[in-house]
């Protein structure tokens, strides 16, 4: 049952990186309609270095074009490794944070209740998730 669960949660997280991965320039890139990196910069200027824990995400670090794209269709290879059955606690942990680093930064196009249920669901599988290899629905090596 739980080989089920974490597959169709890889699944969905596959979809859900790839809906965004053709949308994620217009919508937050720095061109597109509410750009990641001013919303950074103007947190950080009326947050100060608070800013950093009241909105985690990746893009403190790289706000770019290129590497929106890069967690975007990381996340579809890695919900890709999750579905095939690999690793998949470690691939769900990175999952979880860059859905939530995109989250963060995607202001009203991120802010849907599935969006929320996708990020809960998705830490609560980090937890429920071998750190090993499922096959057929186990973990290697368990009875």
Not at 5 to 29: E, K, N, P, T
Not at 114 to 120: G, P
């Amino acid at each position: 049952m739980r080989g089920i669960f974490l597959r169709a949660l890889g699944a969905i997280y596959i979809m859900a990186f790839a809906s965004l991965g053709v949308q994620i320039d217009g919508l937050i890139g720095s061109r597109g309609i509410l750009p990641a990196g001013e919303y950074l910069d103007s947190l950080y200027q009326v947050l100060g270095a608070q800013a950093y824990g009241q909105f985690p995400t990746l893009l403190w670090i790289n706000h770019s074009d290129i590497f929106l794209q890069i967690l975007c269709w990381g996340g579809v290879a890695l919900g890709a490794l999750v579905v095939a059955g690999l690793l998949p606690g470690p691939c769900l942990l990175v999952l979880w944070a860059a859905y939530l680093s995109l989250t963060v930064v995607g202001q009203e196009f991120l802010s849907f209740q599935w969006d929320m249920l996708l990020l809960e669901a998705g830490l609560l599988a980090v937890l429920f998730a071998p750190w090993g290899t499922l096959w057929l629905g186990r973990a290697k090596g368990e009875p």
